[in-house]
């Protein structure tokens, strides 16, 4: 069974642009949930989807967004681009059976950086 | 929520056991222990989970002590492929997909294992 993946690998953008990031869950999976990587921070959550309905957000600014498909696939986007929202940007799949145990399976990461 | 806390770093050499420690004196009865590792240059992957009971699986154990207040992931003979950042994270037994919603999973700092050959 093929892992997620994340498209694009590597991305370059200058400050003020916009850009949308790709993540297609592993099959079967329902839930999809994104996080942001950066040395000073760490993981943070950014929100998660299933259904099609964003079910909760972490605390991040309005110019962070998605969305999610019917075949579950999700897009994640970032308007207004700040120096600070260079990062690794994860994709998680899960097939949503329950919080306690249900098993996140993370993508490669979509590296950002903005100049 | 309830955190966990976990060393900056550990070492060990390769092919001996590794027990790498999580405190987490606020858990509560429904928070069951996950651990999640990352590698170098790849997303996290799960390891392993548990919520009283010691917890054993191909990859490594999870011993968690009687009060649950802290736990340990055991690797059994360490390899040079299981230098990577450890996670230890709590996640709410009682947060269902009932329509209550789902959090994410709150990363820590976790633990540098680093394995000497």
């Known amino acids: 069974k093929a892992g997620v993946t994340q498209t694009p690998r590597y991305l370059i953008k200058t400050r003020g642009q916009q850009v949308t990031l790709s993540c297609s869950p592993i099959?079967?999976?329902?839930?999809v949930s994104w996080y942001q990587q950066t040395p000073g921070q760490g993981l943070q959550f950014l929100f998660e989807?299933?259904?099609?309905?964003?079910?909760n957000k972490g605390n991040f600014p309005g110019r962070f967004s998605g969305r999610q498909f019917s075949n579950s696939r999700s897009e994640m986007n970032v308007s207004t681009l700040e120096l600070g929202d260079s990062a690794l940007y994860l994709c998680a799949s899960s097939l949503a059976t329950g919080a306690s145990t249900d098993t996140q399976y993370f993508g490669p990461g979509t590296r950002l950086t903005v100049l | 929520d309830a955190k966990t806390t976990q060393p900056n770093s550990m070492e060990s050499n390769e092919e001996e056991p590794v027990h790498l420690p999580c405190n987490h004196s606020t858990i509560s009865g429904t928070d069951y222990i996950h651990w999640y590792r990352q590698l170098p240059s790849q997303g996290p992957e799960y390891v392993i989970h548990?919520?009283?009971s010691n917890v054993n699986n191909r990859m490594a154990s999870l011993a968690i002590a009687e009060d649950r207040k802290s736990s340990t992931l055991i690797l059994h003979r360490a390899t040079l492929r299981d230098a990577a950042v450890y996670y230890c994270i709590l996640r709410d037994g009682a947060l269902g997909y009932s329509g209550g919603g789902a959090d994410g999973l709150t990363f820590g700092k976790g633990t540098h294992l680093i394995i000497q050959p």
């Open positions: 548990g919520l009283t």
């Open positions: 099959s079967g999976h329902r839930s």
């Open positions: 989807y299933f259904s099609e309905t964003q079910r």
